[in-house]
């Protein structure tokens, strides 16, 4: 996994860290995570105000063009360490996201539509119905405000 990573990680400008914070509540910080080659763990900064915690963390990195087209991304689950006064990322499973073209999106559309289908007829339900009055006078509703 290391070496991928290694692949992988400078291709990105920055990284959404996610843990927890004191309470328990999910927190998140964007960062530029550096990569420790001999203790294999990735070092972050996390702002002091932040009050994350160590624990369970994962590592997003993502990429797209202006109009959110030729997605590029990968996660890394681990845990988030503190080392005195800093903070290491452990990785411990590459999950490999997306890289959208076209023809990925058309694949993902049609197998999305096969799962769901498949979801239904597992559970024997009848696809939903979408209230799309509704949404409209929600959408009229809100463009009046403006």
């Not at 927190?27 to 996390?46: E, G, I, M, N, Y």
């Not at 030729?70 to 990322?89: E, I, N, P």
């Not at 009848?126 to 403006?146: C, M, V």
């Amino acid at each position: 996994m290391w070496p991928e990573i290694i692949a992988r990680l400078p291709r990105f400008a920055s990284a959404v860290l996610s843990g927890l914070d004191r309470g328990g509540d999910p927190v998140s910080v964007r960062c530029q995570p550096t990569l420790d080659h001999q203790a294999r763990v990735l070092r972050v900064l996390v702002p002091d105000g932040l009050r994350m915690v160590p624990g369970p963390a994962g590592l997003l990195c993502h990429r797209h063009d202006e109009q959110l087209w030729r997605l590029k991304s990968f996660l890394l689950r681990g845990t988030l360490d503190r080392t005195g006064h800093d903070w290491v990322f452990r990785p411990r499973q590459l999950v490999r996201g997306m890289d959208t073209t076209p023809l990925s999106n058309l694949r993902l559309l049609r197998n999305s539509r096969r799962t769901a289908k498949r979801y239904l007829a597992t559970r024997g339900l009848r696809r939903p119905t979408i209230p799309w009055e509704h949404y409209a006078q929600l959408k009229d509703q809100a463009g009046g405000r403006r």
